[in-house]
């Protein structure tokens, strides 16, 4: 083999073992890089774990919240329309109660009355 292919060779395999010698660093540095990637990635899970559990809560907040508030106006609701059943129950009691008193006293005068007239009609015979 001519001397000037034999250092071209000796050359070509310098420079492989230089890049190859580089390999373990740059293993190391992409094995470190990994490595934070990870730790990164957990600490963005957990952050976004507890994102979610305080969404999660003030949700529950919100919506006890609204409930309270849906009951309460549920509760004024039923206590005006039961108000108003109540007033209006009372006004038609009174005024059936008091058609009914008038009927009484209308039949308790015309059995006034009756009572009266043969009363009347008694003493005439007694006369004559």
């Not at 190391?28 to 809560?57: C, K, N, P, W, Y």
Request: charged share 40%; no cysteine.
């Amino acid at each position: 083999m001519p001397p000037q292919a034999l250092v071209g060779r000796v050359e070509s395999l310098e420079s492989r073992v230089t890049v190859l010698e580089q390999l373990p660093g740059k293993l190391d540095a992409l094995a470190l890089q990994i490595s934070q990637m990870r730790e990164e990635i957990r600490a963005e899970f957990s952050a976004v774990h507890t994102e979610i559990r305080a969404g999660d809560e003030e949700t529950r907040r919100v919506l006890r919240d609204e409930i309270r508030a849906g009951d309460e106006e549920t509760r004024r609701v039923l206590r005006d329309e039961i108000r108003a059943g109540d007033e209006e129950t009372r006004r038609v009691l009174r005024d059936e109660i008091r058609a009914g008193d008038e009927e009484s006293r209308h039949q308790a005068r015309a059995l006034h009355e009756d009572v009266i007239s043969r009363i009347a009609l008694m003493q005439e015979g007694r006369r004559s």
